[in-house]
């Protein structure tokens, strides 16, 4: 099956800061890679996700960029806010199959 | 509004009892999935569906069941609840995209509690 690996697992950084996640991955033919933001008591929500056809892209301060090559993504968060702070998962198909393998998560922390 | 709906929002049974999980969505998805999380943890999936009378086990070995016999439907039962079956288990579904993926939508989970 496919393997995630993500990290940080915590990351602390302070208003205004820019934060980064990485996601590592297994599968050479994984072709989708979601971002979910899961804040306390929440259900996960999609912020952003890429398809392996493109390198990297953008919505506001949030974007994503991958390299298929060396089988990893990145989530950056620029302009960081208090209410970013919330546990954020990477996810990752094996293969081309409909469904997902999540990364153990990052729990990330604004600080003002 | 279309939406993806769970209940029990939270549950506390007695062990050995027999439970169903009900997840329901509006959305007219085809694909339906499963996961177990633990508070804040990694999303296990534990059971998916991609249509109507199609149910695949997942990653996770699960002793719960799942049936699909309607399309907004996916219920998943408990035989015999043990307490290491407490955890939250949330409900997804995604349309079925040409690219093969699309992003999942999740229920508000169901928070069990095995005592």
């Known amino acids: 099956g496919e393997n995630v690996e993500q990290h940080p697992s915590t990351l602390s950084v302070q208003e205004g800061d820019s934060a980064v996640i990485k996601c590592t991955y297994s599968?050479?033919?994984?072709?989708?890679f979601p971002w979910y933001k899961q804040e306390l008591g929440k259900r996960p929500q999609l912020i952003i996700d890429?398809?392996?056809?493109?390198g990297e892209k953008k919505d506001q301060r949030i974007a994503v960029t991958l390299n298929k090559t060396a089988k990893h993504f990145s989530l950056h968060i620029t302009e960081t806010q208090p209410e970013d702070s919330a546990v954020y998962f990477c996810?990752?198909?094996?293969?081309?199959?409909?469904?997902?393998?999540f990364g153990t998560g990052t729990r990330l922390q604004v600080t003002l | 509004e279309a939406d993806i709906y769970q209940t029990p929002r939270y549950l506390v049974i007695g062990t050995g009892k027999k439970i169903t999980l009900e997840c329901s969505q509006t959305?007219?998805?085809?694909?339906m999935y499963w996961y177990q999380q633990d508070p804040g943890m990694e999303l296990h999936l534990i059971h998916y569906?991609?249509?109507?009378?199609?149910?695949e086990k997942g990653d996770l070995s699960s002793e719960s069941t799942v049936s699909r016999i309607r399309t907004e439907h996916f219920p998943l039962t408990l035989e015999s609840a043990r307490p290491s079956h407490t955890s939250q288990y949330l409900c997804?579904?995604?349309?079925f995209g040409a690219g093969g993926n699309s992003p999942l939508h999740f229920g508000n989970g169901t928070r069990l509690t095995v005592t």
């Open positions: 890429i398809r392996s056809n493109v």
């Open positions: 959305m007219g998805h085809d694909k």
């Open positions: 997804a579904s995604s349309e």
């Open positions: 996810a990752v198909p094996p293969g081309t199959a409909s469904k997902l393998t």
């Open positions: 569906s991609y249509g109507v009378n199609s149910t």
């Open positions: 599968d050479s033919a994984s072709n989708y």
